[in-house]
Nanobody, 115 residues
């Protein structure tokens, strides 16, 4: 069965950093575009970062310069490194694997930024 499992979330003070891994099983990660979304109560789900099969990346303007998405195909894992975190970054962060024919979602990891 296909599984995407996010981890690394938790509570952090403003200005802190977190690294979120998304580990895939049942699929070969290198064949998929990988996305990180986030969703907070009362807000629309937002695409945070994307990395394509060839390594091309995209970041939403709200996190550009503070976040880095990367992939380790040997470990079948994608990472989201987040620095200089702000309270408005608080959300559930979700990982997806995307192809022309398939779209898989993880269940998310909670990130809370507060003092």
């Amino acid at each position: 069965q296909v599984q995407l499992v996010e981890s690394g979330g938790g509570w952090v003070q403003p200005g802190g950093s977190l690294r979120l891994p998304c580990a895939a099983s049942g699929i070969i990660l290198s064949r998929y575009t990988m996305n990180w979304y986030r969703q907070a109560p009362g807000k629309q789900r937002e695409l945070v970062a994307r990395i394509g099969r060839t390594g091309n990346t995209y970041y939403t303007g709200a996190v550009k310069g503070r976040c880095t998405i990367s992939r380790d195909n040997a470990k079948n894992t994608v990472f989201l490194q987040m620095n200089s975190l702000k309270p408005e970054d608080t959300a559930v962060y979700l990982c997806t694997a995307q192809s022309l024919a398939e779209n898989y979602w993880g269940q998310g990891t909670q990130v809370t930024v507060s003092s």
